[in-house]
């Protein structure tokens, strides 16, 4: 599939998404690939539900750097805490992601829609 879809592509200028969908089309010849463009609603807002469901503060360092994370480990033993490194070696760094205190009663969090049309 890959590969069909990267010969069909050569020498082909793509400017938009909708230039994709016809790329993707035209990669097999017999049994064409059936494509779903995404709608608007398809896309959300994530971020609003990352702010409000985890703390990024770490007990010990300040902000974490999620960029620069190379291990996470989590324990069945600690819920809601997500230990982390940011080399392969030395000491977890840990961040309870519910705060301080006792974890909160579970309340859904539903993400935004990003576009409207």
């Not at 990669?27 to 994530?46: G, H, I, M, T």
């Given at each position: 599939m890959h590969s069909a879809i990267e010969f069909a592509k050569q020498n082909v200028p793509v400017y938009s998404p909708d230039d994709w969908q016809n790329i993707?089309?035209?990669?097999?010849?017999?049994?064409?690939?059936?494509?779903?463009?995404?709608?608007?609603?398809?896309?959300?807002?994530?971020?609003?539900?990352?702010?409000?469901?985890v703390r990024?503060?770490?007990?010990?360092?300040?902000?974490?750097q999620w960029l620069k994370v190379k291990c996470l480990k989590f324990e069945r033993d600690k819920p809601g805490v997500i230990q982390f490194h940011y080399d392969h070696s030395g000491k977890y760094k840990s961040v309870n992601v519910f705060g301080r205190g006792r974890p909160p009663k579970y309340t859904p969090v539903t993400p935004y829609i990003t576009y409207i049309t």
């Open positions: 993707f089309r035209s990669a097999r010849k017999r049994n064409p690939y059936e494509v779903c463009p995404p709608e608007y609603s398809e896309f959300l807002d994530l971020k609003h539900m990352s702010r409000s469901l990024t503060t770490a007990s010990d360092e300040g902000q974490i």
